[in-house]
């Protein structure tokens, strides 16, 4: 992700739900599950907090340094945003 | 909470939808082939259901309103249990009515379309059909949770892909059983209950509840309407086309759309509620003449 202005939204009509201790993304025919750092960047998405804003909010999350989380977020987005399920 | 690195990892599906391209030339394909898969089609990805005595494909592929995101809805019936051994299909357990209370449920893949796909046994569909060969039971007593009314729907439109003599014998059965008479009680029921609410949210003044109670009172006395007319989905968000399919005399494919759509009723919400009850009564009159 080059913008950190970039405000992730979901993309209409995929699929959330539980599964055990993972959360279930769901495309039309894919599904892929996260773990709960995962999760919890995909509840932030559609908030209209920017990555910036999301790698800050996952650094005091978990109580890493910012460094750490925005990489995390950067990677993991752009997998979001690979498989269609962010725009 | 401790942090680890976020994982995305593929729990099901075949992963064909990796790519914005590989997306788009699936829509594609569903928007262009309205070609139901065969049974080989189905076969080749799905060899266990081999031993199913029938097998078809029902929903709004086969209705001609599908659309990029369609599914396809296929039921499997077998005599005996069948286990999927297929490592890509999310299963789910679904617990019924019939003296045999487990119905399994698989996401799986078939060509472009996700397959929603219901795996049944013959004497679970035997029982359910049983239950509306003589007069209509009571509202209390056939006991039909949405996954068999779905069932019973399906099957009354459904296209067979194998054992088309056992499918024929009970799409037929439905539509001479009363099946029909006894969803269009249940839903003229649940729109006389929301008649009641209209009037006494009208006399009390709650203009906007009433609006919405009569929103939700047209639509059970449209679906009791069009059961009626041998239309026996559970589904509201095809009303508008099941209207124009089934375009009864009852009520104009016009008037129906305003009602569904509350036209009108932003800026006169206690006329609305009031005009639209009065029109539900006249449905439900009719249907009462018609079949009860």
Redesign the interface.
């Known amino acids: 992700v080059n913008d950190t202005t970039w405000q992730p939204s979901r993309t209409i009509?995929v699929y959330t739900r539980r599964?055990g201790e993972?959360t279930?993304?769901e495309?039309?025919?894919?599904?892929?599950?996260?773990?709960?750092?995962?999760a919890y960047?995909w509840s932030l998405c559609g908030s209209e907090l920017n990555v910036g804003d999301i790698g800050v909010a996952v650094a005091e999350?978990?109580?890493?340094r910012i460094e750490?989380?925005a990489a995390?977020?950067d990677?993991?987005l752009e997998?979001?945003r690979?498989?269609?399920f962010v725009t | 909470l401790e942090f680890e690195e976020p994982v995305l990892a593929l729990r099901y599906g075949g992963g064909n939808e990796r790519s914005e391209e590989a997306r788009g030339q699936l829509r594609e394909r569903r928007l262009v082939s309205v070609a139901l898969p065969t049974v080989e089609d189905l076969l080749r990805v799905y060899p266990d259901f081999g031993s199913a005595s029938c097998v078809f494909v029902s929903g709004s592929v086969t209705q001609g309103w599908g659309h990029a995101n369609s599914d396809l809805d296929l039921f499997v019936v077998s005599r005996d249990a069948i286990t999927v051994s297929d490592v890509t299909v999310e299963l789910f357990e679904e617990r019924v009515s019939t003296t045999d209370p487990t119905v399994w449920l698989a996401i799986g893949e078939v060509g472009q379309f996700r397959a929603d796909i219901e795996l049944w046994r013959e004497g679970q569909v035997d029982e359910l059909i049983g239950r509306f060969a003589g007069s209509a039971p009571g509202q209390e007593g056939a006991g039909l949770g949405f996954t068999e009314k779905e069932l019973l729907y399906r099957l009354s439109v459904g296209e067979p892909l194998m054992g088309e003599q056992q499918f024929s014998s009970w799409r037929d059965a439905i539509r001479a059983s009363t099946f029909g008479i006894w969803l269009a009680e249940n839903r003229k029921l649940f729109a006389e209950g929301m008649l009641e609410d209209v009037s006494g949210m009208l006399h009390s003044g709650d203009s906007e509840s009433a609006a919405l109670a009569a929103r939700e009172g047209f639509v059970g006395g449209l679906e009791a309407l069009l059961a009626v007319y041998g239309d026996y989905s559970s589904s509201s968000k095809w009303l508008y086309r099941r209207l124009v399919a089934a375009n009864p005399t009852e009520v104009s494919v016009a008037d129906g759309w305003a009602a569904l759509t509350m036209a009108g009723a932003a800026e006169d919400p206690a006329g609305w509620a009031g005009r639209t009850a009065a029109l539900t009564q006249r449905l439900l009159v009719a249907i009462e003449r018609r079949s009860l």
């Not at chain 1, 495309?27 to 995962?38: F, L, Q």
């Not at chain 1, 999350?61 to 890493?64: E, L």
């Open positions: 009509g599964s993972m279930l993304i495309g039309y025919i894919d599904a892929y599950e996260t773990n709960h750092v995962g960047i999350h978990y109580g890493i750490r989380a995390a977020v990677v993991f997998e979001l690979t498989r269609g």
